[in-house]
């Protein structure tokens, strides 16, 4: 199915990796396991990564859509 609102691709993207970037650099890759209209996403099996590395285990995670700049599978 190919995604034709924003929405639409984060649904296709339900239950898979992916990587989120915020505005404050950090990344973070877990599996989406939900969000909202205001793209809150909440990432299971989270880790947080600088310059690539992962630094640490986060677990369940819940990040606020305002303060996201990219979501991409991981």
């Known amino acids: 199915m190919e995604a034709s609102r924003p929405l639409d691709a984060l649904n ?10 915020l505005k404050n ?20 099996e989270a880790e947080e990564r600088v310059n690539g590395e992962m630094t640490r285990k986060l677990g369940v995670l819940f990040l606020r859509g305002d303060t996201i700049t990219i979501i991409s599978p991981a």
């Not at 296709?12 to 989120?20: E, M, P, W, Y």
């Not at 973070?28 to 909440?42: E, M, P, Q, R, T």
Request: hydrophobic share 45%.
């Open 25 to 44: 650099n950090k990344q973070y890759v877990g599996v989406l396991k939900s969000f909202d209209i205001h793209i809150n996403v909440v990432l299971e």
């Open 12 to 21: 296709s993207a339900k239950g898979k990796r992916v990587l989120v970037e």
